[in-house]
């Protein structure tokens, strides 16, 4: 597929999807929906790890309402189950660590998507806005999800209602996102961060997400029968007889990803 709204580059097991409309702040249209789908679909095959990032000044500033399919009669529901679920269940769903470095603001859908990653790393400078009341809307994207369980009902009902920015530093002091860096700093710990699960045990990474995420529905009991199953296949892949080894070694582990 020949992308045109976003660029998709796979190297070393990294693979680094940008949001590439700049000129727009990375606002979603439907185009581009349907490219970021299949492009994490790609990158899930080929890589161990994926970074979301955006083009220019802004990460994504949401819904492009001066997109074709935005404009006249909004259908809304369509909208959402047909093209966002899509996306973002592709992201969530990625078995391999996924990253959101947030190089710029992070609005509407836009910010939803990056939290829809499994961590986030913001530039000091960036913010989150969950503008949706501003125009008489409720979060959306999966918004009303991620904010709750990330940093708790009192800041996510405060975050939809007021629609006040959320600045990255305070998004890493409430639990939203994993962490703030300072600009200078930001792409050279980003790629170093993603390298880094690039290069670690992908199967255990899996496992990990698989675990975490299921705690929110089982009981303590449910949980750890959970982990005991997770851990048996853990203990029989080739990275945890890699790991055991090169600690025995006092070396680091050259994980394979199986």
Not at 176 to 201: M, N, Q, S, T
Request: with cysteine; charged share 20%.
């Amino acid at each position: 597929m020949n992308y045109e709204t976003v660029a998709l580059e796979i190297a070393d097991g990294l693979a680094v999807l940008t949001l590439n409309r700049p000129d727009k702040m990375n606002a979603l249209t439907t185009q581009m929906r349907a490219e970021i789908t299949h492009a994490m679909k790609d990158a899930a095959i080929k890589a161990r790890c994926v970074v979301i990032t955006g083009s220019g000044p802004a990460f994504c500033s949401g819904q492009d309402l001066g997109d074709a399919s935005s404009t006249g009669k909004i259908d809304l529901e369509r909208s959402l189950r047909d093209e966002y679920e899509p996306m973002l269940e592709t992201i969530h769903n990625c078995p391999v660590p996924t990253i959101a470095a947030v190089n710029g603001p992070a609005a509407g859908a836009g910010a939803n998507l990056a939290l829809c990653a499994d961590v986030v790393i913001a530039t000091e400078s960036a913010y989150f806005l969950q503008a949706f009341a501003r125009i008489g809307l409720l979060p959306d994207a999966g918004g009303t999800w991620f904010m709750p369980r990330q940093m708790g009902l009192a800041k996510a009902m405060g975050a939809a209602l007021f629609a006040d920015k959320i600045t990255a530093k305070q998004a890493d002091e409430w639990g939203l996102i994993w962490e703030a860096v300072p600009d200078d700093a930001f792409a050279d710990h980003w790629r170093k961060r993603a390298e880094y699960l690039a290069k670690g045990p992908t199967a255990a990474y899996g496992a990990i997400k698989q675990a975490i995420r299921g705690t929110y529905e089982n009981t303590l009991r449910q949980q750890l029968a959970t982990e005991a199953h997770l851990q048996g296949g853990c203990g029989r892949s080739r990275d945890f007889a890699e790991g055991v080894v090169a600690f025995m070694e006092k070396r680091p582990p050259k994980f394979e990803g199986r």
